[in-house]
């Protein structure tokens, strides 16, 4: 099986997987031994790839061996039999996958001897303590061994304890990487259990846990001594153990929160176990293999140091810990409610909010959600409101924790600064030593210990964090929000940045955890909740809040264009902040707003944010699939466009998948006399009846000048009809018609082509991309033909044509007076059609003063037809003929430069087989033409030796030329200087030498 024919096989197989499947065959894929060309292809690129994409990174960059044994391997731990056995059929010539044997997983020589007395049971009391330790590590509402399923799901993508996977010759450095909070600590002690049970010797094997947050904490030491540290009973077994490093597991626990110095973990590299360094180097000797090569590694660390760790780890596999899936969520909160419907009713709640059911990966947030919601319910409470913002979420959950009027100020601000301090030291666990430092003290957590706000460590009761990361970052808000008393606005700011330093972008990039502080910030801005607040805890609200977040976003230019990532950061903390106020300040400066939403939160967000835009005048929008349905929970059916948008000019809506309720909003709106809409561009959109539905809404828009439509248009009867009312608007100023993607039938344009005649506002015409056919054509150029037709541009571009319609086509070159840009290109039209034309340009009456003939199957021959017009009266002054073979057309071309008479002022020859030697007659032309202004020679393989002849010529005299693109492979010190020479002799003159890009010019930039 050739490359190709493997390529295409595989992405047949992979297309046939659902999103998820596709994420898990990617997981998997990534735990098995990578070949070294796939090892370094960056795990983001797999990770964004479709089923096509992956296929073709595979073929580049893995054997055909490896690739049909392990897709075999994966689809059988996907557990698609019908897969599989295609997969097997398709891929493996005997339908048998290859084994390879994997001497780290089987019996060694040594593993034969018997083991000494009493070490079996030895090593099962450990595991049997890890154990404890481990069941008693999971999260608040679990039952039934509800974590058994979630843990074991990502177990077997670990390759030192999975026997069937292939190995690799070095051993296994695991990373298990994710969020805070889904399970990657549970996951790696669950690890430690089953290293016994899967390494199936008589001698024992080793585990040893070593969390960071505890190393953080520890001075210089031996390897040894470190291990040694939380299991004296191995004291004096330590130097065997040791010597047998292929029995012992290391599990690094959260490397994310060892507290070093960047550099230190590289820092004095050491491989002698038994020499006392500082923590760090022994960790960083461990992770490089200097120290205890041949022993299995497992790290957990969340996203963060990830970089970091690819510097540092030999060839590591990544496993990303997803936490609970969205069925693992569901099975969650039936669960917790017991009632079916009650469960499915706050679980969708949860998920008409994007953010907060992402957060729902994490378990501990899933207790939260179904704690705060459960309550609601039981007091007859409306929880909807609830899940609209994550602080809503939160604020509820942290108030129904405590009785009202609980008087908690000082503690809750004594909470809220620890929380802040160890944001910004992105510190997530705090030792005792930590809360005296930071002047919070033991009684202070008490209360919000007994209440699930705080946890404490059960292995080591000197550690404290939150509950979960989140609340960690909504009580680094309260920090902000809660009015600062005298003697404490002085207090701790040297290491807690202010508002301002909160919200900037290089602070976020450096510490990504300010990011939901700031959104939580934002909530916190509310009146209501502020109350809320005061009247449980009986603290007081900072009333300047507001003011401070309106000055910290002054200083954007909101009048230009944001980034859509800066647009989208706006518009969510504005609808988090659910205070219309503060919209109304921060939007009404927005002209311009091009936004993507992909989920429903995202829709809402722009929402609340667009009915405060009282001068927006360009709309962009795109809308991902899912994000408008008709049956979703949240949709609100009355959701329209406030009137204040009275300003809107231009609305685009492309690539969007929309309902039938959505389109009727926004058509709604462009009904309305308060719109005046000028520009609308309508593209690819669904459902197709939106199309129908837009140009009934057009009709009567007497301000509309621009209308674009392109995508599968049903081209029916009513279609026909809305389009005749819309050309025939009384006072209708319609000038420039884009329509795109039509497959009509000859009689439907010659139906169209009567409408273009009853209108007298049309200027530009675009067909694009439409079945026209010479049939079809010919119709219309009947139309064009006629006296009252006022038409200016033309586009036909990929409609289909040939020769059979470019007579007709030159007759109205011949007598249509208006007619100024013409582009048909993409037209296989030929040397023929060519001819013909070129005897419409040669008449005095033709006007054409722009013609697009890119990729239209033009040789020599047509060169001599168009070099014969330009020496002739001929009005032409813009020629494309980009993406044709001209290959020695050139030198008959270079004949009509040379002639006075010729007025071209831009020519374009973008890959058009162009040879060096034609270059000693171009620049000859070149020297005597005064007219050329710009000339494309890019993508033509003209070389060093025919760059250097036409630099030559150009360096003689000052010409008309301003532009020149030409390809160059290499830059010569020889190309350099003529070129600064050229520059010199022509100082206006602007030369492109990389004018080698893949894809060819816009065809008709001078069309819009």
Same mark, same amino acid.
């Given at each position: ?36 060309? %796939? ?97 008693? =590590? ?96 191995? !004291? ?98 039936? $669960? ?109 957590? $008490? ?24 609340? !960690? ?41 300010? +990011? ?26 900072? $009333? ?25 950061? +706006? ?22 707003? =091009? ?26 929008? !795109? ?22 948008? /009275? ?22 709106? +462009? ?20 199309? $129908? ?7 009567? &828009? ?39 993607? #039509? =497959? ?64 007709? %086509? ?18 296989? +039209?030929?040397? &023929? ?48 003929? =980009?993406?044709? #073979? ?41 020297? /005597? ?47 350099? &200087?003529?070129?600064?020479?050229? &520059? ?25």
């Amino acid at each position: 099986m050739t490359s190709p024919q493997l390529q295409y096989t595989l992405q047949t197989l992979l297309e046939q997987l659902s999103e998820g499947e596709l994420g898990t065959f990617k997981s998997i894929l990534w735990a098995f031994p990578l070949e070294d060309v %796939l090892q370094k292809t960056p795990w983001s690129e797999v990770e964004e790839a479709n089923g096509q994409k992956l296929a073709e990174i595979l073929v580049n960059t893995s054997s055909e061996c490896w690739i049909r044994n392990v897709t075999v391997k994966v689809f059988e731990e996907l557990n698609l039999p019908e897969l599989t056995k295609m997969a097997k059929e398709e891929l493996l010539e005997d339908g048998q996958v290859e084994e390879v044997d994997n001497p780290e997983l089987g019996d060694s020589e040594q593993d034969l001897a018997l083991a000494k007395p009493g070490e079996k049971e030895e090593s099962r009391n450990v595991m049997d303590q890890q154990s404890l330790v481990w069941r008693n =590590s999971f999260w608040r509402g679990d039952s039934d061994n509800f974590h058994d399923h979630v843990t074991q799901r990502n177990q077997r993508f670990i390759p030192f304890l999975n026997p069937g996977r292939p190995t690799q010759p070095s051993p296994y450095t695991v990373v298990l990487h994710g969020p805070a909070g889904v399970g990657k600590t549970t996951l790696a002690k669950k690890c430690m259990l089953d290293w016994k049970d899967y390494n199936l010797g008589p001698k024992a094997r080793y585990a040893f846990y070593l969390s960071c947050k505890e190393l953080s904490r520890l001075g210089p030491c031996s390897f040894a001594e470190l291990i040694a540290k939380d299991r004296p009973e191995l !004291q004096d077994d330590i130097p065997n153990i040791l010597a047998e490093a292929q029995r012992i597991l290391f599990v690094v626990d959260g490397l994310d929160e060892l507290r070093v110095p960047p550099g230190a973990l590289i820092h004095d590299i050491c491989g002698d176990w038994k020499k006392p360094k500082p923590v760090p180097v022994l960790l960083g000797s461990l992770l490089k293999r200097k120290m205890l090569p041949k022993a299995a590694l497992l790290v957990t660390t969340r996203p963060t140091p990830l970089k970091d760790l690819q510097l540092l780890a030999e060839k590591p596999i990544y496993i990303r810990v997803e936490g609970f899936l969205e069925e693992d969520r569901r099975a969650y909160f039936l $669960r917790h409610f017991g009632d079916e419907d009650q469960a499915m009713h706050a679980f969708e709640l949860m998920r008409s909010n994007a953010a907060l059911f992402q957060l729902g990966s994490a378990p501990t947030v899933c207790w939260m959600v179904c704690t705060s919601l459960k309550l609601q319910m039981e007091n007859g409470e409306d929880p909807a409101p609830t899940c609209h913002t994550r602080t809503g979420l939160f604020l509820h959950f942290l108030c129904s924790r405590f009785p009202k009027g609980a008087q908690l100020g000082d503690t809750l601000r004594a909470l809220s600064t620890l929380a802040a301090q160890g944001l910004w030291a992105q510190m997530s666990v705090f030792h005792t030593e930590d809360l005296e430092s930071f002047g919070v003290q033991e009684s202070d957590l $008490r209360p919000f210990l007994d209440r699930g706000i705080l946890r404490q460590d059960r292995d080591s009761k000197d550690y404290y964090s939150f509950l979960h990361l989140s609340l !960690q970052q909504f009580f680094t808000a309260l920090f902000y929000a809660l009015e600062k008393e005298e003697e404490d606005r002085d207090r701790h700011a040297w290491d807690i940045g202010d508002v301002q330093k909160l919200l900037s972008s290089e602070e976020r990039v450096q510490n990504p955890d300010l +990011i939901q502080a700031g959104h939580f910030l934002f909530g916190l801005a509310n009146e209501k909740r502020a109350t809320e607040l005061e009247t449980t805890f009986g603290c007081v609200m900072s $009333r300047e809040i507001k003011q401070e977040l309106l000055r910290c976003k002054a200083h954007l230019h909101v009048k230009k264009p944001s980034s859509m990532a800066g647009l989208k950061e +706006i518009l969510c903390c504005l609808y988090e902040s659910q205070e219309d106020e503060l919209a109304k300040v921060v939007m009404a400066p927005f002209q311009e707003m =091009s936004i993507h939403l992909t989920n429903t939160s995202e829709m809402m967000q722009c929402y609340f944010s667009l009915k405060h835009c009282p001068d927006l005048e360009k709309l962009s929008l !795109q809308v991902a699939k899912g994000v408008f349905l008709e049956n979703y929970v949240d949709f609100d059916p009355d959701f329209e466009l406030e009137s204040s948008n /009275s300003n809107l000019k231009f609305l685009e809506v492309r690539q969007s998948f929309l309902s039938e309720s959505s389109v009727r909003v926004l058509c709604d709106h +462009i009904a309305r006399n308060t719109c005046h809409l000028q520009k609308a561009e309508i593209k690819n959109v669904t459902p197709d009846t939106a199309y $129908r539905d837009f140009c009934l809404a057009f009709i009567g &828009k007497t301000t509309l000048t621009h209308l674009t439509l392109e995508g599968h248009i049903e081209w029916e009867h009513t279609m026909l009809l809305l389009l005749c009312d819309l050309f025939r608007t009384p006072k209708g100023n319609l000038q420039y018609l884009r329509f795109g993607g #039509h =497959s009509a039938t000859p009689e439907q344009w010659g139906d169209f082509s009567l409408l273009l005649k009853a209108n007298q506002s049309l200027r530009h015409l675009h067909l694009s991309a439409n079945l026209l056919l010479d049939e079809g054509a010919k119709l219309l150029y009947e139309t064009l033909g006629h006296p009252t037709n006022l038409l200016q541009k033309l586009s036909l571009e990929n409609c289909h044509l040939t020769e059979a319609s470019c007579k007709e %086509l030159a007759e109205v070159l011949i007598v249509n007076q208006h007619l100024t840009h013409l582009c048909l290109a993409k037209n296989p +039209i030929g040397d &023929k059609g060519v001819q013909l034309l070129c005897e419409g340009l040669s008449y005095p009456d033709c006007k054409l003063q722009t013609l697009v003939l890119q990729q239209c199957n033009i040789t020599k021959h047509g060169c001599r037809a168009i070099s014969k017009v330009l020496q002739g009266v001929c009005s032409l002054t813009d020629l494309d003929l =980009s993406l044709n #073979h001209i290959g020695c057309g050139l030198w008959i071309l270079c004949q009509a430069l040379e002639n006075p008479d010729c007025n071209l002022k831009h020519l374009r020859l973008w890959s058009c087989s162009l040879l060096p030697f034609y270059c000693q007659h171009l620049g000859s032309a070149l020297i /005597s033409n005064q007219k050329l202004e710009t000339l494309d020679l890019g993508q033509n393989h003209l070389w060093k030796s025919g760059i250097i002849k036409l630099f030559e010529f150009l360096k003689q005299r000052t010409g008309s030329l301003k532009t020149l693109r030409v390809k160059t492979y290499d830059t010569s010190l020889e190309i350099e &200087k003529l070129s600064e020479e050229v &520059k010199e002799k022509n100082p206006e003159l602007m030369i492109d030498c990389n004018a080698s890009g893949e894809a060819a010019p816009p065809c008709c930039d001078s069309f819009c």
